[in-house]
């Protein structure tokens, strides 16, 4: 289980806008930042997001992160059949002193 | 160009110790700030960190499992080895290795992972 909470999946319709979760407490999220990681299936994960908001390198501007407090969420708008994936959170947590992640939330796109 | 690429045995027996090489390059594992981490993902399931070593040789264990596992580097032959010992069929997962620009741990590049299979 998770210190890093994210719904377990999500659904939009194409063209859609949606936005997944993750939620913590002020050992991880409340005190460092937050990156978001793509993984379509049979692929090793992706970076997306870094430092809370920046967008990595090569990816669509349709992606997006923002943090507030120990939440964390990422917006993907103008949905596609090919965001179709698991999508995941992740940042240091000071008490177990090392990278966790959230439990991960797969994105069905209608 | 960067790249990672997990090496070692697909399959390990129960109470065997697991031997997992990350062969790198395109960078330094020296560079400041540089990290190398070892991720695993059980089929169907979430990713769970493993071990990290930095660039000054620094090395940081998941805190469940510490007892279990070494991490160490070769610099000379820019590899990154985890051993992972009394392996059991819970462990059998895909094992990934990926890289960090800095502590913060933004994974920017990663291997396309091994899987490994714990079974008798």
């Known amino acids: 289980q998770s210190v890093l909470t994210q719904p377990p999946s999500v659904s939009e319709a194409p063209g859609q806008r949606v936005a997944i979760s993750c939620s913590g407490s002020s050992s991880n999220i409340g005190n460092s930042v937050v990156h978001w990681y793509q993984q379509l299936p049979g692929r090793p994960p992706k970076l997306l997001i870094y430092y809370d908001d920046l967008l990595a390198s090569g990816v669509s501007d349709r992606f997006s992160g923002s943090k507030s407090g120990t939440s964390a969420s990422l917006a993907i708008s103008g949905l596609q059949s090919d965001d179709e994936a698991d999508y995941y959170c992740?940042?240091?947590?000071?008490?177990?002193?090392?990278?966790?992640f959230g439990g991960g939330t797969k994105l069905t796109v209608l | 160009q960067v790249t990672l690429r997990e090496s070692g045995p697909a399959l390990v027996k129960p109470a065997q110790t697991l031997t997992l090489t990350c062969s790198v390059s395109g960078f330094s594992l020296i560079t400041n700030g540089m990290c190398v981490s070892w991720i695993r993902q059980p089929p169907g399931k979430a990713l769970e960190w493993l071990a990290l070593?930095?660039?000054?040789?620094?090395?940081y264990y998941n805190r469940s499992l510490t007892t279990r596992l070494t991490i160490f580097r070769d610099t000379s032959k820019n590899l990154v080895v985890l051993t992972m010992t009394n392996m059991d069929p819970v462990d059998t997962a895909t094992y990934y290795c990926?890289?960090?620009?800095?502590?913060?741990?933004?994974?920017?590049?990663w291997g396309q992972g091994l899987l490994v299979t714990v079974s008798s």
């Open positions: 070593i930095d660039w000054d040789d620094d090395k």
């Open positions: 992740a940042t240091w947590d000071d008490r177990l002193h090392g990278p966790v």
């Open positions: 990926a890289r960090a620009p800095s502590r913060d741990n933004n994974f920017d590049y």
